[in-house]
């Protein structure tokens, strides 16, 4: 079995923000279901603040508790923000990640990106 | 500690280990000195020879020990290939095959040795027609595992030796799944050259054997010393040949209990969990299969996920999940089989044996469906 931080395992576990957002402002759809892992990353803004964060990852217990982290950390953060977190925020924030499981927070990075951009073009269109 | 991955490992038999103990620091001496201390050793490894042969129905003769399956595997290859160059180059293979095979056949194709993968069916059985048909005047060497080490399908080697006979091409068996656990017999399966190895039939790891039949062209696989008849050299491994041949002696004298009660277990197991997880597969053949494996695939949700669960309620399995290892592949085994890759990502494996009993089967039945029930709530493809 893999080296997991006691933080993966905890995120895994009892992972945060499990779930889908019926009426999000922004979705984002990760990875591929060839590769074993698609997440995918739900938010509601308000005043370009993100509200609320939700996630569903099909995965491997790294992905999982990535995902989770990653709904956690932009809770409550103006978009800008958001923007500014990377896979390494997600992997520190974690404890660390085993090398082969780099790939994971990466997908949670790219996520996040997907969520907020999405939510850009639904704004730009209602204009 | 419930323990299910026998196809990875298994614990050595006390009764093994004992037998090889006094190997280590009494009877150390190198089989091939002359005084009477190292002929003690040397008739070790020859009785040794004996009970592996006789658990195949081989001739003493016919059997060379190796460090294991994967060299057994790797000699069998490159032995016969480098040997029969000067009649062809051509090698058939399957997809399914062990690693130990396929990264074997790919390092003789880069040696410029032409290699055929046969596809197989979606139980995992080997297309007997597209082999035949793969046969060419350049064909030197066919290669097919007994038994499946991922979903246990057992492959008509019978009729498979029967073709290579018949075309007059060498034929080689990976039976590191099945020798000690069924009843394997070289003469009635025709076979010219049979991988084996001791740790999956609780015997110590680190040592293994191939047969290859009387007359086979053959290259040594290890240059150095005339162990082995000068076809394997390096000092014998004394205490782990011996374990293999008790492990071999065991085996003969109880696979044909053992495998009654572990099949009750599988069967069990199977039983159990189709019922109470819904859109789930059972991989392989639903006969001609391993009596003690069970693969699984979990629709909507990934291996990994699974075993780590499992790991935390002392639950040891495998997954052909590609996050269990470095590549993103999912198997190459359930892929050959027609399984799309997402599905294949979620396979479990169950392989029982020797320590097994009742409750463990009860347990892992309690205890994988509420696993799998989270997991899917988290997964984006689970509509529940």
Not at chain 1, 31 to 47: E, S
Not at chain 2, 201 to 222: C, D, E, H, N, S
Not at chain 2, 341 to 350: K, N
Request: proline share 5%; with cysteine.
């Amino acid at each position: 079995m893999l080296e997991y931080t006691e933080k993966v395992l905890e995120h895994f576990r009892n992972p945060r923000n499990v779930g889908k957002i019926e009426d999000a402002d922004g979705v984002g759809k990760v990875g591929n279901p060839m590769c074993g892992d698609v997440m995918v990353i739900y938010i509601k803004v308000k005043d370009e603040k993100i509200v609320d964060c939700k996630f569903q990852t099909f995965g491997c217990a790294a992905a999982i508790a990535t995902s989770s982290m990653v709904t956690e950390l932009v809770k409550g953060k103006d978009i800008n923000e958001a923007l500014n977190i990377t896979n390494k925020t997600v992997a520190d924030a974690l404890d660390g990640l085993p090398a082969i499981k780099y790939h994971c927070s990466l997908l949670a990075e790219q996520g996040i990106r997907a969520a907020i951009e999405d939510y850009r073009k639904k704004k730009g269109s209602d204009d | 500690m419930i323990y299910m991955d026998y196809n990875a490992t298994t614990p050595t038999d006390e009764r093994v280990l004992e037998e090889m103990l006094p190997y280590f620091s009494q009877e150390y001496g190198n089989p091939s000195s002359i005084y009477s201390l190292a002929q003690r050793a040397r008739n070790a490894v020859e009785q040794a020879r004996e009970r592996v042969a006789k658990l195949l129905n081989a001739d003493p003769r016919e059997i060379i020990f190796t460090s294991g399956g994967t060299e057994a595997d790797n000699f069998a290859l490159k032995g016969v290939a480098y040997a029969n160059q000067d009649k062809g180059k051509h090698i058939i293979t399957s997809q399914i095959e062990h690693h130990a095979v396929l990264n074997a056949c790919k390092f003789l194709e880069k040696q410029g040795f032409p290699v055929t993968y046969l596809p197989v069916d979606r139980w995992g059985v080997v297309d007997i027609e597209a082999l035949e048909k793969s046969i060419t005047p350049q064909t030197i060497l066919i290669s097919i595992m007994l038994a499946n080490n991922e979903v246990g399908t057992i492959q008509p080697i019978k009729i498979i030796a029967e073709i290579a006979k018949k075309h007059g091409v060498y034929f080689h068996t990976d039976a590191v799944q099945g020798v000690g656990k069924i009843p394997v017999d070289v003469n009635d399966l025709g076979v010219d050259l049979l991988s084996l190895s001791a740790h999956k039939f609780y015997g110590p790891k680190g040592v293994g054997a191939l047969y290859v039949r009387r007359g086979v062209r053959i290259l040594p696989f290890i240059n150095g010393g005339e162990q082995e008849k000068g076809r394997r050299a390096g000092t014998e491994n004394v205490p782990g040949i011996v374990g293999l041949g008790k492990a071999a002696e065991l085996a003969q004298r109880e696979m044909e209990e053992e495998e009654k009660r572990v099949k009750k277990l599988r069967d069990k197991l199977e039983q159990k969990l189709v019922q109470k997880i819904p859109e789930i597969i059972v991989n392989g053949h639903p006969q001609k299969r391993l009596f003690n494996t069970l693969s699984i695939c979990v629709k909507y949700v990934e291996g990994e996920s699974m075993l780590m669960n499992l790991d935390k309620e002392g639950i040891c399995a495998s997954s052909g999940s590609a996050c269990t290892s470095a590549s993103l592949e999912p198997s190459h085994v359930l892929l050959a089989m027609g399984i799309p890759p997402e599905v294949a990502h979620g396979s479990l494996r169950f392989s029982l044996g020797k320590f097994n009993r009742e409750a463990d089967v009860e347990k892992v039945s309690e205890v994988l469906p509420p696993i799998v029930e989270e997991l899917r709530r988290v997964s984006p493809f689970w509509e529940g």
